[in-house]
Protein backbone atom coordinates (compact mmCIF):
# COMPACT_ATOMS: atom_id res chain seq x y z
CA UNK A 1 0.00 0.00 0.00
CA UNK A 2 1.51 3.29 -1.18
CA UNK A 3 0.25 6.49 0.46
CA UNK A 4 0.58 9.95 -1.44
CA UNK A 5 0.77 13.28 -0.57
CA UNK A 6 0.76 16.17 -2.90
CA UNK A 7 1.98 19.71 -1.91
CA UNK A 8 2.85 23.01 -3.92
CA UNK A 9 0.08 24.35 -4.86
CA UNK A 10 -1.22 28.20 -4.11
CA UNK A 11 -2.11 31.58 -6.10
CA UNK A 12 -0.48 32.37 -8.83
CA UNK A 13 -0.87 34.93 -11.85
CA UNK A 14 -1.48 34.13 -14.77
CA UNK A 15 2.27 33.73 -16.64
CA UNK A 16 3.56 32.43 -13.41
CA UNK A 17 5.12 28.84 -12.45
CA UNK A 18 4.34 26.49 -9.76
CA UNK A 19 5.85 23.16 -9.05
CA UNK A 20 3.80 20.35 -7.65
CA UNK A 21 5.32 17.19 -5.73
CA UNK A 22 3.91 14.15 -4.62
CA UNK A 23 5.78 12.09 -2.22
CA UNK A 24 5.14 8.45 -0.75
CA UNK A 25 4.83 8.57 2.44
CA UNK A 26 5.49 5.51 4.07
CA UNK A 27 8.74 5.07 5.57
CA UNK A 28 9.06 1.63 4.47
CA UNK A 29 8.47 2.44 0.76
CA UNK A 30 11.77 2.18 -1.03
CA UNK A 31 13.54 3.83 -3.57
CA UNK A 32 13.12 0.42 -5.67
CA UNK A 33 9.34 -0.08 -4.89
CA UNK A 34 8.72 4.03 -5.98
CA UNK A 35 10.66 2.65 -9.24
CA UNK A 36 8.01 0.09 -10.18
CA UNK A 37 5.19 2.42 -10.13
CA UNK A 38 4.05 4.59 -12.83
CA UNK A 39 2.84 7.83 -12.23
CA UNK A 40 0.31 10.30 -13.13
CA UNK A 41 -1.32 14.09 -12.69
CA UNK A 42 -4.69 14.44 -12.93
CA UNK A 43 -7.02 18.00 -12.18
CA UNK A 44 -10.40 18.57 -11.13
CA UNK A 45 -11.62 21.66 -11.50
CA UNK A 46 -15.02 22.79 -9.79
CA UNK A 47 -18.33 21.36 -11.49
CA UNK A 48 -16.36 19.06 -13.86
CA UNK A 49 -14.56 15.34 -13.85
CA UNK A 50 -10.96 14.49 -12.99
CA UNK A 51 -9.04 15.14 -16.69
CA UNK A 52 -5.70 13.36 -17.11
CA UNK A 53 -2.29 16.30 -16.99
CA UNK A 54 0.43 14.03 -17.39
CA UNK A 55 2.02 10.71 -16.76
CA UNK A 56 5.42 9.14 -16.70
CA UNK A 57 6.18 5.65 -17.11
CA UNK A 58 8.87 4.27 -14.46
CA UNK A 59 11.43 5.12 -16.63
CA UNK A 60 11.92 8.78 -16.82
CA UNK A 61 12.20 9.19 -20.90
CA UNK A 62 8.88 8.27 -21.41
CA UNK A 63 6.15 10.81 -20.76
CA UNK A 64 3.18 11.99 -22.22
CA UNK A 65 1.09 14.86 -21.75
CA UNK A 66 -2.47 16.31 -22.35
CA UNK A 67 -2.49 19.24 -25.38
CA UNK A 68 -3.77 21.40 -23.21
CA UNK A 69 -0.46 21.41 -21.62
CA UNK A 70 1.77 20.64 -23.83
CA UNK A 71 5.20 22.74 -23.71
CA UNK A 72 4.02 24.23 -21.13
CA UNK A 73 4.18 21.23 -18.11
CA UNK A 74 7.18 18.73 -17.26
CA UNK A 75 6.39 15.56 -15.80
CA UNK A 76 9.99 14.15 -13.88
CA UNK A 77 10.26 11.45 -11.08
CA UNK A 78 13.58 11.51 -8.29
CA UNK A 79 13.08 7.69 -6.80
CA UNK A 80 15.94 8.13 -4.97
CA UNK A 81 13.61 10.65 -2.88
CA UNK A 82 10.32 9.20 -3.49
CA UNK A 83 8.94 12.08 -5.52
CA UNK A 84 7.03 12.87 -8.73
CA UNK A 85 6.84 16.39 -9.80
CA UNK A 86 4.94 18.94 -12.16
CA UNK A 87 6.71 21.81 -13.03
CA UNK A 88 4.11 23.86 -14.54
CA UNK A 89 5.15 26.95 -16.55
CA UNK A 90 2.93 29.83 -18.12
CA UNK A 91 0.22 29.11 -16.12
CA UNK A 92 -3.87 29.94 -17.24
CA UNK A 93 -7.01 30.78 -15.33
CA UNK A 94 -8.22 27.49 -16.81
CA UNK A 95 -5.08 25.90 -15.26
CA UNK A 96 -7.47 26.84 -11.84
CA UNK A 97 -8.60 23.23 -10.57
CA UNK A 98 -7.47 20.69 -7.83
CA UNK A 99 -3.95 18.75 -8.55
CA UNK A 100 -4.07 14.82 -7.51
CA UNK A 101 -1.15 12.87 -8.25
CA UNK A 102 -1.71 8.95 -8.90
CA UNK A 103 0.44 5.46 -8.38
CA UNK A 104 0.14 2.51 -10.70
CA UNK A 105 2.60 -0.69 -9.85
CA UNK A 106 3.82 -1.36 -13.55
CA UNK A 107 6.07 -4.18 -14.45
CA UNK A 108 6.67 -2.67 -18.21
CA UNK A 109 9.55 0.11 -17.98
CA UNK A 110 7.75 2.08 -20.89
CA UNK A 111 4.43 1.66 -20.06
CA UNK A 112 2.25 4.90 -19.72
CA UNK A 113 -1.17 4.84 -18.09
CA UNK A 114 -3.66 8.11 -18.76
CA UNK A 115 -6.89 7.18 -17.81
CA UNK A 116 -7.93 7.61 -14.41
CA UNK A 117 -9.32 4.14 -13.89
CA UNK A 118 -6.15 2.38 -14.31
CA UNK A 119 -4.62 4.07 -11.45
CA UNK A 120 -4.80 1.88 -7.94
CA UNK A 121 -3.58 4.62 -5.49
CA UNK A 122 -4.51 8.19 -5.23
CA UNK A 123 -3.14 11.96 -3.00
CA UNK A 124 -5.58 13.85 -1.46
CA UNK A 125 -4.93 16.89 -3.94
CA UNK A 126 -3.60 20.82 -4.02
CA UNK A 127 -5.18 23.48 -5.06
CA UNK A 128 -3.68 25.59 -7.81
CA UNK A 129 -5.62 28.86 -8.89
CA UNK A 130 -4.32 31.18 -11.29
CA UNK A 131 -5.96 34.53 -10.82
CA UNK A 132 -4.43 38.05 -10.99
Known amino acids: QVQLVESGGGLVQPGGSLRLSCAAS?????????????MGWFRQAPGKGREFVAAIATTEGFTVYRDSVKGRFTISRDNAKNTVYLQMNSLKPEDTAVYYC????????????????????WGQGTQVTVSS
Open 102 to 121: AAEPSSFSSRIYAEKDEYSY
Open 26 to 38: ERTFSSYAMSTYA
